[in-house]
Nanobody
Framework: QVQLVESGGNLVQPGGSLRLSCTTS????????IGWFRQAPGKEREGVSC????????SYADSVKGRFTASRDNAENTVYLRMNSLKPEDTAVYYC????????????????WGEGTLVTVSS
């Protein structure tokens, strides 16, 4: 049974940092890409990052490029999203998802999702 569980969301001040975790089970993480998405209140879900099989295969949305860093620990079956220089507009529920492919399709085609973790950036 494929499962993804996000954790690490919290309330943080502008300029602060958080690290989100996405712990996976039910499949071999080594061969799969994991996407990070977020949905802010009243807004559509947007893609944040996709991490492929290797650390050289990572992409970011323009809005987070240079501030967010995705990484993976296959031995721990976990993918991370390090978020620095957080802004109020980063406030959202953050999700990880997979299509059990080695690349990230659009969110509509992601088959498995976690429940999400809330990140609130506010003073």
């Amino acid at each position: 049974q494929v499962q993804l569980v996000e954790s690490g969301g919290n309330l943080v001040q502008p300029g602060g940092s958080l690290r989100l975790s996405c712990t996976t089970s039910g499949f071999t993480l080594d061969f799969m890409a994991i996407g990070w998405f977020r949905q802010a209140p009243g807004k559509e879900r947007e893609g944040v990052s996709c991490i492929g099989k290797t650390d050289d295969d990572i992409s970011y949305a323009d809005s987070v490029k240079g501030r967010f860093t995705a990484s993976r620990d296959n031995a721990e079956n976990t993918v991370y999203l390090r978020m620095n220089s957080l802004k109020p507009e980063d406030t959202a529920v953050y999700y990880c998802a997979t299509a059990l492919l080695d690349w990230c399709p659009d969110a509509l085609y992601m088959d498995y999702w976690g429940e999400g973790t809330l990140v609130t950036v506010s003073s």
